[in-house]
């Protein structure tokens, strides 16, 4: 092999890996969503990691591209339609409730103390 080809194969991969871990984290993420209860999670975190781990042994690329493809649109058709959002991340129903106050507006922190001098 070549330097050349070496290296486009090793980048190909590397993507490839990138790919399936992106893959992973989101359905794991999701997976969660699904699951009412701790240990039902647990459960179907373990089924889907065995699904991951059936494939470990695949080294054709195209084939691993394929089972790629196949894996994100199989998760895209599966997921959860109202995912659970952190309440103060992003979307959710806490996310800048107390925003900070516009420039010009001094908090007074010891508001009631007299100064006894």
Known sequence: MSVASTAAYAA???AQKERVRILYRRALKDTLNWAVHRHLFYQDASDLR????GNKH?????TIDKMIADGEASYNKW??????????APGG???????TPPSGIE?????GREDND
Request: hydrophobic letters at 30%; charged letters at 35%.
């Open 50 to 53: 065995e699904r991951f781990d």
């Open 107 to 111: 908090i007074v922190y010891n508001y």
């Open 79 to 88: 997921r959860h339609p109202d995912p659970y959002i952190v309440p103060w």
């Open 93 to 99: 129903s806490k996310f800048t409730r107390n925003p």
């Open 12 to 14: 190909r991969r590397a």
């Open 58 to 62: 695949v080294e054709d690329l195209d």
